[in-house]
């Protein structure tokens, strides 16, 4: 195992920000995986895997561990019947390219999730999504390495606790699974409308009739192109902070002052507030704090343009997170995780 020091995390992060890490491993098996957690263990010191970077933030201290960084590849057909295509793919796998695969086999399940940066191993981390899609709804399985039992495991898609941008990857058991494949369950019948409501306002808007995924993945690119800064040249790490869930009785109270809040019902008394609208209420689109500027198109994205440090991001958050909090009473909550 070939082990590298004091390397800047920025290199490595789509934020482009945050101290340097001990020591960095790249990982092509399960077993190399596996024997890294373990070489950590033994050393006491902390490991953490890392996909793409575009989903966490490092503090300027950087971490005094073993960053492993995931390159286990693979695609394979492991079942293919008349009506759907079990695939397991390698958890170092890009993402998008992997989305743009399952498209050109005409395959419908995550064709709306095109786009999203960052490997295949962390999508079930946060349960990713987009445009109506999330990783739940086709994931049927994961395999792992788990450093607590030093085994390795498969955990089936109801022992991952998913829920809205989250797991037990990143709650309960963050730290503790090396995802080194997913197997997901796709369909070979057309998307359906209707669709997720940009979605559809974007069919509308172009006369689109037929659906097919590489319609609902051509259609989702552009209008993620319109909203969402290339990290490559205006480093993000997407959404900063999560969309906002409150219960039906602050809705009501919050309504009395904001008629026009919207909301999606979840369902069980809960809904769902848009935090890009809350920041944007707030006064805050399109304002530069400490280098840091809150998107003109998108207020949950934070673009790094000028900030030299984890300290400037974190005062430019606390910043937006206060003048929501002052209007609206809603604490939002970052989405990134901190290294
Ligand atoms: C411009 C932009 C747009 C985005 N759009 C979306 C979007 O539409 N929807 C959405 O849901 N997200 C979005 N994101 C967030 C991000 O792309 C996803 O969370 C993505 O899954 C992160 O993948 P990654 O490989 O970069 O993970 P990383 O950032 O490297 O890691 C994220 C977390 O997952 C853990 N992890 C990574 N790999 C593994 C593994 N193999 N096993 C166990 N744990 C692992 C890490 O330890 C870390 O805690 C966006 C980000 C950017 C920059």
Redesign the pocket.
């Known amino acids: 195992m070939d082990v590298h020091q004091n390397i800047p995390l920025k290199n490595y992060l789509?934020m482009k920000l945050g101290g340097v890490t001990k020591y960095m491993s790249e990982v092509h098996t399960p077993n190399e995986l596996a024997e890294a957690c373990r070489a950590a263990k033994q050393q006491g010191i902390p490991f953490?895997?890392?996909?793409?970077?575009?989903?966490?933030i490092a503090k300027d201290e950087g971490f005094s561990g073993l960053v492993i960084l995931?390159k286990i590849n693979g695609f394979e057909v492991i079942e293919d019947t008349a009506t759907h295509v079990v695939l397991k793919i390698g958890?170092g796998e890009n993402?998008d390219s992997t989305v743009a695969k399952t498209v050109e086999m005409n395959l419908t399940g995550i064709e709306a999730?095109s786009g999203?940066?960052?490997?295949v191993?962390?999508?079930p981390?946060?349960n990713?999504?987009?445009y109506g899609q999330e990783i739940a709804d086709t994931l049927l399985s994961i395999e792992?390495y788990d450093s607590t039992t030093d085994s390795f495991v498969v955990l089936q898609n109801d022992q991952c606790g998913f829920s809205y941008?989250s797991s037990i990857?990143?709650e309960a058991d963050?730290?503790r699974?090396?995802?080194?494949t997913v197997t997901l369950k796709l369909y070979k019948s057309a998307p359906q409308a209707p669709f997720y409501d940009a979605l559809q306002r974007y069919f509308e808007q172009n006369s689109i009739t037929m659906f097919t995924p590489k319609v609902v993945r051509d259609a989702v690119l552009a209008i993620r192109h319109d909203k969402?800064?290339?990290?490559k040249e205006r480093p993000?790490?997407?959404?900063f902070f999560k969309n906002s869930i409150i219960e039906d009785w602050q809705l009501g109270e919050l309504r009395e002052a904001w008629p026009d809040m919207p909301a999606y019902d979840l369902g069980d008394k809960h809904y769902k507030v848009p935090t890009g609208w809350l920041i944007e209420q707030a006064g805050m689109k399109g304002k530069l704090i400490n280098g840091i500027r809150v998107h003109d198109k998108n207020c949950l994205v934070l673009i790094n343009e000028s900030a030299s440090s984890y300290a400037d991001l974190a005062a430019a958050k606390e910043a937006i997170i206060d003048a929501v909090r002052d209007l609206f009473r809603i604490t939002i909550i970052q989405e990134p995780?901190e290294i």
Not at 177 to 180: A, K
Not at 228 to 231: E, G, I, Q, V
């Open positions: 789509t953490f895997i890392l996909g793409g970077g575009s989903n966490v995931n958890g993402w999730m999203i940066p960052g490997t191993g962390a999508s981390v946060q990713i999504g987009a792992a941008r990857f990143r963050m730290g699974y090396g995802i080194y969402l800064p290339d990290p993000n790490a997407g959404s995780l």
